[in-house]
């Protein structure tokens, strides 16, 4: 069956430093990988794709990378802020996937001053 | 940008009766839209695939008869749970996808449930 796994500790960083989290998957085939990052009691908010072609993504002050042959994405957050505490979740998309996303379980980050 | 309105974000009821829970494309039309279920600390689960004008298609384990969805217009779909019992008290949050290609997808804030 298909798996998706995240960190389920949560992630304690100082702020200033870089937060990196992992995201595995099996079973998939994914053309995309999508980052979404969940506030308490809110709806995700999507971040970054990366496609399978692309090694690697970024926007502002975050990072993500894919690797097919590992079926693994990493997703670092740089110079770290409080702002950026949150739950941050991944979800592999095929192209026959038709909107139906399937998330991790997300990846808690705590940044503290 | 694309937004998603839920509404109620959050209704508290008596074990029995139903609940009705709106999604509503603000900015874009929305063919298809999809419901989701959150326990605490647990990720989010795809219940049900919303699409305008035809029956929505539900994912294994998930009763269709308890979890109503009406997907009337483009801009709206509804989510009514029926005859609630404590055990269906959870976070409700739907989504859309605004626009063609990659599947991103626009949540909307989401509808917390407590069933007494």
């Known amino acids: 069956s298909q798996k998706i796994e995240q960190n389920s500790e949560a992630l304690n960083i100082q702020e200033g430093k870089t937060a990196t989290l992992t995201c595995n998957y099996t079973?998939?085939?994914?053309?995309?990988l999508q980052w979404y990052r969940q506030d308490p009691g809110r709806g995700p908010v999507f971040l970054l794709l990366?496609?399978?072609?692309?090694k690697e993504k970024r926007k502002e002050r975050l990072k993500v990378t894919f690797d097919t042959t590992l079926k693994q994405s990493l997703f670092h957050i740089t110079a770290s802020q409080p702002a950026d505490s949150a739950t941050y979740l991944c979800?592999?998309?095929?192209?026959?996937?038709?909107?139906?996303?399937?998330f991790g379980a997300g990846t808690q980050v705590v940044v503290t001053p | 940008g694309a937004v998603v309105s839920q509404h109620p974000s959050w209704v508290i009821c008596k074990s029995g009766t139903s609940v009705k829970i709106e999604c509503r494309s603000l900015?874009?039309?929305?063919?298809?839209m999809f419901w989701y279920r959150q326990f605490p600390k647990q990720s989010l689960m795809l219940m049900a695939t919303?699409?305008?004008?035809?029956?929505?298609?539900?994912e294994q384990g998930v009763e269709k008869d308890k979890f109503l969805i009406n997907h009337a217009s483009l801009t709206l779909s509804t989510l009514t749970v029926t005859s609630a019992h404590p055990e269906d008290s959870s976070f409700y949050i739907c989504?859309?996808?605004?626009?063609?290609?990659?599947?991103?997808?626009?949540f909307g804030a989401g509808s917390r449930l407590t069933v007494l």
């Open positions: 989504s859309a996808r605004p626009g063609a290609g990659a599947n991103v997808l626009t």
């Open positions: 079973n998939y085939s994914p053309a995309y």
């Open positions: 990366i496609r399978e072609n692309e």
């Open positions: 979800a592999p998309d095929a192209t026959d996937s038709w909107g139906k996303l399937q």
């Open positions: 900015d874009f039309q929305a063919t298809t």
């Open positions: 919303s699409n305008e004008g035809s029956k929505a298609t539900y």
